[in-house]
């Protein structure tokens, strides 16, 4: 599986748009890119995943490069309830044992402030 | 439809004791997956399963041992614990082709 790379941390100011990065440059042309977050104490909370189009959906809105190299995790319009850990996923979507693994890395902590 | 229930949700043990923690789903979901969690770190992954019947080894599995008899049920068992294993625990179960997965609230463990 392709290797992510996330900033540590993010600040935010409430009601403007969050816009967390991330860095997949070994990703090959099957591999998915999901997103998941992590509010204190909760467990992750899946967000949203696509292949190479750009999605949306009522969380949030995905932008993948042309390349595929890198994403964007975009939260239109930020609140404090979006303060939350924010993982980065890249996966096969296939069935067989070797693709069951399911693992987070650091991930970017974001803040919103009022 | 209750998503997936982690049964209990706090316990302590004392150094030594053993004790099952339930994972159970009702979507009907192939993958199911026991993480934990120490304060200020990041998920890592003990045990997960592709299907009834079958279990398989994450990231740190030593110490705990798990069961899928039932395809709804993901049992994790610590045989001995220790105060090592005071964590929150999580599980999660997915279907087969998507990564969407979707997360129990968590059991929080205590070994003194």
Same mark, same amino acid.
């Given at each position: 599986d392709a290797k992510t790379t996330q900033p540590p941390s993010m600040d935010c100011a409430e009601g403007r748009a969050a816009n967390l990065p991330c860095n997949h =440059?070994?990703? =090959?042309?099957?591999e998915y890119v999901y997103w998941y977050r992590q509010i204190h104490s909760q467990g992750p909370q899946y967000i949203i995943h696509g292949l190479k189009n750009n999605e949306t959906n009522e969380m949030a809105s995905l932008i993948i490069t042309e390349d595929r190299k890198s994403s964007t995790l975009i939260l239109p319009h930020a609140t404090l309830r979006d303060t939350a850990v924010y993982y980065c996923i890249v996966r096969v979507e296939a069935g067989g044992t070797s693709y069951g693994k399911l693992t987070f890395g650091q991930g970017t902590i974001l803040t919103v402030h009022p | 439809n209750a998503g997936v229930t982690q049964t209990p949700k706090f316990r302590v043990l004392k150094t030594g004791q053993s004790m099952t923690l339930l994972c159970a789903q009702d979507m009907n979901h192939e993958y199911m997956y026991w993480y934990r969690q120490d304060p200020g770190m990041g998920l890592r992954l003990i045990h997960y399963s592709v299907g009834e019947g079958t279990t398989a080894k994450g990231e740190v599995p030593d110490g705990y041992n798990v069961s899928r008899l039932k395809k709804q049920n993901f049992l994790l068992g610590l045989e001995s614990a220790a105060p090592s294993q005071t964590s929150v625990y999580f599980c999660a179960s997915r279907m087969t082709v998507t990564f969407q997965a979707f997360f129990g609230q968590g059991t929080r463990l205590t070994v003194v």
């Open positions: =440059s070994t990703i =090959s042309g099957n | -």
